[in-house]
């Protein structure tokens, strides 16, 4: 398809906001205000909130499309005789013309409402000698960029404007062809100049976490354009200073020292000496911890409705679950595979006489039988049972929170797409990290790097702290979550020749530099396997990792492993080592 059809595709979006920002829709925002005068200006507070909150309607739209093709097509989710024919080919890599989930004119409904409002809004507007748009401005900055770099990871090379198209002449114009590359070029100074403002808050509608943050979708696009220094620049700077997050560790009068870091305390899952787990402190599952409204992981996200008759629901929640096991998608073999071999390391008890116990600080022991446990709250069995055994099924906690029962039939929905949350910060900080190291081969790069998964603490506080005991536990790395205290690991989860010969089965003294990098990809790469999947990132990741090693065998490997490294599809490895057009989807 041409630029200018998908463009002439997107006319009509700009006439949808008198739609997207009335009352009828899940804002609830009281006003039958329709925008569609070109030459209409955003001239009050009023106007802003609803045409933002008529994009934020848009971007539901392209939610689902967020998980599913990012999953579908990854290693880390198969199907099974449920999945519908559009699933299954996304799985297959067969996009046939009919496929719902190609269409990208949703995408450039978001993008052209959002350069009407851009274009159209006074950010000159004062209050108390305040510019009170300038946030709503930036808020469609980011989402617009957002969703370019969604395209980009998608699609390739996608057209790109920043005019709003409100006439059939501006739709039959052509546009520039852009890669994430280029994208960045073009829409990185863009969103510079407002980093440090707030994201808006619409009383009576939701928090400003329905916004991108600025800071994170540049430095995504840094990462993906192999610029990784200032990656890590950027989500370093997040972590350590940013404004959103104020938590207070418990340090009574010294909170102010540390207020404003951004650690991944309160967030590990346990497997304790005895059989029984502990989940994450004060709660119960994942869902619960990525809830806005109990927990402290989402930084971003897509809220969605739980009944149709409100407005856009998510699909997701019943494609993963099912009370019969009829849903559509399963987590593959492979991650369960990736999963089990992680090894559990736990801080060694010591007996100190009258029924008490204390902890040796520096001993540990490791239980090779207990592997990651997050999978036990991302994919388990459970048992379900009343006043009559219903059975028992498959349970993906990470993506079902609220079941919506009509009759008999009970339909399981996803109230919110998590698209940045705290690990996730974390793990590609990690991947920049070891792309700095690629380019400058800095032992102290790969160091920082691998810390980031396995102590934290070290990276932010490289000097120590006298309150180490207080703060290491509250930046802890992000392996430390389903694997235990890995910080004291000092034999098995650890960066150095011995490990990395052992990972590669050659000897320590051959392990080279090329080796480490290697290593510090690989333990990445699982890393957000076991952390983040299930949530939308898996094949992007997948191909910035393999294109950043100039290896389309990174990918096909693992894509071709879904039912198990030893059971690997030779014709899908083949398929994608061949042909990497098929990386990405067509434009329809």
């Known amino acids: 398809m041409k630029s200018k059809s998908i463009i002439g595709a997107a006319l009509a979006a700009i006439f949808t906001l008198g739609v997207t920002t009335s009352c009828e829709d899940m804002f609830d925002i009281d006003s039958s205000r329709v925008v569609i005068d070109k030459e209409h200006t955003l001239s009050s507070t009023a106007d802003s909130a609803y045409t933002t909150l008529g994009v934020l309607k848009c971007m539901q739209e392209i939610a689902d499309r967020y998980i599913i093709l990012g999953e579908v097509r990854g290693d880390m989710v198969e199907i099974n005789e449920h999945t519908k024919t559009s699933l299954r080919n996304l799985a297959d890599f067969n996009y046939d013309a009919d496929n719902e989930y190609l269409d990208i004119k949703d995408y450039y409904a978001v993008i052209n409402n959002c350069n009407y409002a851009i274009a159209k809004m006074d950010t000159t507007l004062a209050h108390n000698n305040e510019r009170v748009m300038v946030d709503e401005y930036a808020a469609l900055l980011g989402i617009r960029a957002w969703t370019y770099l969604q395209l980009a990871i998608n699609y390739g090379e996608v057209p790109y404007y920043t005019n709003p198209i409100t006439t059939v002449g501006d739709s039959e114009k052509e546009y520039p062809m852009l890669d994430v590359k280029e994208l960045a070029a073009e829409i ?26 600025l800071q994170l979708v540049i430095a995504d696009y840094y990462l993906w354009s192999g610029d990784y220094l200032n990656a890590w620049l950027t989500y370093s700077d997040y972590i350590s200073t940013n404004k959103d997050y104020n938590y207070q560790y418990g340090m009574g009068s010294n909170v102010e020292i540390f207020r404003g870091y951004m650690g991944l305390d309160g967030s590990k899952l346990e497997a304790p000496r005895g059989l029984n787990q502990q989940s994450m402190p004060t709660l119960v599952n994942w869902s619960s911890y990525f809830s806005t409204a109990t927990g402290s992981e989402t930084i971003s996200y897509i809220p969605m409705l739980t009944t149709s008759a409100d407005g856009t629901v998510s699909e997701v929640g019943s494609l993963f679950r099912s009370t019969d096991n009829t849903h559509a998608l399963n987590p593959s073999t492979y991650y369960a595979e990736i999963c089990g071999k992680q090894l559990y390391c736990m801080k060694s008890a010591t007996d100190a006489g009258n029924n008490s116990s204390t902890v040796n600080k520096k001993s540990y022991t490791i239980n090779p039988l207990h592997g990651d446990q997050r999978r036990k709250w991302y994919a388990q069995e459970v048992q379900a049972t009343g006043e009559t055994e219903i059975g028992t099924f498959q349970y993906y906690d990470k993506l079902v929170s609220v079941a919506s029962e009509d009759g008999v039939n009970i339909e399981y929905v996803t109230p919110q797409i998590n698209i940045y949350r705290r690990s996730i910060v974390y793990l590609r900080a990690a991947e920049a990290l070891a792309g700095v190291y690629k380019e400058t081969r800095l032992p102290l790069a790969a160091e920082m790097s691998f810390n980031m998964l396995k102590d ?31 910080y004291l690991d000092t034999t098995h989860y650890v960066l150095n020749p011995d490990a990395i010969a052992l990972r590669f089965e050659k000897e320590a003294a051959a392990v080279d530099y090329n080796d480490t990098i290697d290593y510090l990809d690989e333990m990445i790469i699982d890393e957000l396997a076991m952390e983040a999947t299930l949530e ?33 599809d030779e014709e899908l490895y083949n398929k994608l080592v061949k042909d990497k057009s098929l990386w990405y989807l067509p434009i329809k």
């Open 188 to 213: 990185i100074p863009q969103l510079t100049p407002f980093v440090d403002y707030d994201r808006p808050v619409f009383v009576g509608t939701y928090n400003k976490l329905i916004f991108p943050v």
């Open 456 to 486: 934290a603490y070290k990276v932010f506080f490289p000097d120590g702290h006298v309150m180490e005991e207080v703060l290491q536990p509250s930046f802890i790395g992000v392996h430390a979550r389903g694997c235990g205290d890995t």
């Open 536 to 568: 939308g990132n898996r094949f992007g990741d997948l191909i910035r990792f393999a294109e950043r090693r100039g290896e389309p065998e990174f990918l096909a490997k693992r894509v071709a492993s879904r039912k198990g490294s030893q059971q690997m």
